[in-house]
């Protein structure tokens, strides 16, 4: 794949809508680019504009699994996307939104696509998620994992791979993308998971014996979603599309879109020449973030299972405004030009978290089919205190909790769907590592 930087003015099929200046798809499909105003009277920040994506049909992002000797394997693609750093990641058998799917492109159709609009074999899992809030307006995709049990042959490009090596494949610097990292968070505990955690007080034992749903929890499931529902209910956020070119502080200039502050991201336009791919050639619009961003877990062990500390985060593009976050998730080089009460609570916590603590830490890219070299940095951190005891947006989940709401929509965003893939991976023995050590891109 060869992607060019060029000009928003020169990117083929797109033009800026005279009226509004709204980037859009001469197609009328894929996405636009809008603005967004956001009013959150009483905060540190109670309101600003910014560009937003739009892009309202929900695509399939699916995982076909199979048993291979009583073994899980999972069928992943090599897959290649414009917003990559590093090239090719893995990616889901069926990575596809809307318009890709029904061929809007005029190009080749979806590999394994039918499996999925009409599965044949068991579904799993079968789950619409929202994705990033921050840059996407109420974007959500349906995430599945199917079961196969006769033959489904690899095609080029794609390969069977042991459910285990994929989770492992996790610690790895931007290997596994987004789309799959979600997709594995929803898969449910699979027969004799939690009978198979080794024996022994390493971390990632206690982490295997907390998934399972008999194990306890420093709160009932109802009344977590009693005080959710509540800051749902509660919560004075307003966000409303508006025409682009009145978002303010922003500013068009050299063929890109930048705040004034030089923070937060810009959107900028690419060329791309692919091949493999089911359209050779396309030009589009990407979100390029500024800054590398942290996303973190808080864990502690409570009653003997492993819980972890979820912020209750509100992002303007969430469906339902409110949405399960890590303890920890920002871009901290932002916070430079916004006050110092917006700062995150716990930001320099984990900043500072000692080695001994961290039980995972790898960067990992987010989608880079429309984010450019977007990239966080993910740590689990295990901690022995409260640091925010009482706090009304934070709660203690049990591990096992997390893996039920994911069952359902809109309750973990993104990041934290990444973290509990994550988790799953520190639940399984490593191959190439001791009991209880940190699973790190070092790993």
Known sequence: MRVTPVPLEELAGWRADPATG????????????????VRRPGWAVPG?????????????????????????ELLMQAKNEPGNPEGAQLSPTVQATRSNYTRLHQGRAVPYLELFRRPRGRVLADVRQSEQGAWFYRKRNRNMVVEVDGH??????????????????????DLVNMDARTVLACL????????????????????????????????????LLSWLSGIRSTVDVHARPVPLNQVRQWRRADGRI????????EVMGVRVEAGGREVTSWSQPMLAPVGTGVAAFLVRRIGGVVHALAHARVEPGYTDVVELAPTVQCTPGNYDV???????????????APAGRIRFDTVLS??????????????????????????????WIALHQLDELLRHSYYLNVQAR??????????????????GAPISAAA
């Open 338 to 352: 916004l006050p110092r009460a917006a700062r995150p609570p716990l930001l320099a916590e984990v900043l500072g």
């Open 48 to 72: 600003w504009t910014q560009p937003i994506i739009n892009q309202p049909e929900a695509g399939i992002l699916g995982i076909l699994l199979r048993r291979r000797g009583g073994e899980p």
């Open 366 to 395: 987010e989608e880079g089919g429309r984010f450019f070299h977007a990239r966080n940095r993910y740590q689990v951190i295990e901690v022995e205190e409260d640091p925010l005891p009482g706090h009304p947006a934070f709660r």
């Open 188 to 223: 449910p505990l699979l027969g004799g998971e939690p009978e198979r955690a080794w024996d022994g007080g390493g971390f990632g034992a206690a982490v295997a014996r907390s998934r399972d749903p008999r194990a306890g929890a420093r709160h009932g499931l109802p009344e």
């Open 418 to 435: 990444t973290l509990n893939a994550c988790l799953h991976a520190l639940a399984q023995r490593p191959a190439s590592a001791a009991v």
């Open 258 to 265: 930048a705040h004034e502050s030089g923070r937060f991201f």
């Open 152 to 173: 489904v042959e690899a095609a080029e490009g794609f390969r069977w791979l042991p459910l285990r090596l994929v989770r492992e494949l996790l610690s790895v610097p």
């Open 22 to 37: 709204d980037l859009r798809h001469a197609s009328g499909g894929f996405f636009t680019v809008e603005g967004l105003d």
